[in-house]
T-cell receptor
């Protein structure tokens, strides 16, 4: 079956611009996570959705970052006024409901480069 | 606060040799522990996980890991490495009730023919 997909695979933007990164989770997965992976680091948690609501956004670095999941499926991570430090691979993961530690299935990521 | 340390940034082993990747965690209670593998252009794939019970956990692709509470460790092992195992390996601990994961910085594995 189809896995988690993310678009675009690569995004190059200029400092100060606005970007949107999209995540299509596995069908039926109610839980969705966003992580950010900077060069030479492991993924860092950004935000967690259960259904349509952001149940935990404690990992968002500042108010330039925002994410939505209006219909409980596709999610969009939005970054305003991008900075060079935002350059990273943004990963999305989804899992089934039930245990919080059911396996998370990761997408291939979106590589964001801010010039 | 929870944290994960992977002391080895890069390891090179010969094909057919055994492998052990180290992971140490910091967590107040009984941890949920995971090993993921990341190949170039691929998403993270779960190799195995430990929640409770038997401290020796078997995973996919012939990997196993052993939970040692006294050493706060969860090292990954494989008895005989294949060239296709070359990738980056991440250890992670469950960060809270919502299931978010806290990852180490990863260990890159290279395999010599």
């Amino acid at each position: 079956g189809a896995g988690v997909s993310q678009t675009p695979s690569n995004k190059v933007t200029e400092k100060g611009k606005y970007v949107e990164l999209r995540c299509d989770p596995i069908s039926g997965h109610t839980a969705l996570y966003w992580y950010r992976q900077s060069l030479g680091q492991g993924p860092e948690f950004l935000i967690y959705f259960q259904g349509t609501g952001a149940a935990d956004d404690s990992g968002l670095p500042n108010d330039r970052f925002f994410a939505v999941r209006p219909e409980g499926s596709v999610s969009t991570l939005k970054i305003q006024r991008t900075e060079r430090g935002d350059s990273a691979v943004y990963l999305c993961a989804s899992r089934t409901s039930g245990s919080s530690y059911n396996e998370q299935f990761f997408g291939p990521g979106t590589r964001l480069t801010v010039l | 606060a929870q944290s994960v340390t992977q002391p080895d940034i890069h390891i090179t082993v010969s094909e057919g040799a055994s492998l052990e990747l180290r992971c140490n965690y910091s967590y107040g209670a009984t941890p949920y522990l995971f090993w993921y593998v990341q190949s170039p252009g691929q998403g993270l794939q779960l190799l195995l996980k430990y929640f409770s019970g038997d401290t020796l956990v078997q995973g996919i692709k012939g990997f196993e890991a052993e939970f040692k509470r006294s050493q706060s460790s969860f090292n990954l092992r494989k008895p005989s490495v294949h060239w296709s195992d070359a990738a980056e390996y991440f250890c992670a601990v469950g960060g809270g009730s919502q299931g978010n994961l806290i990852f180490g910085k990863g260990t890159k594995l290279s395999v010599k023919p």
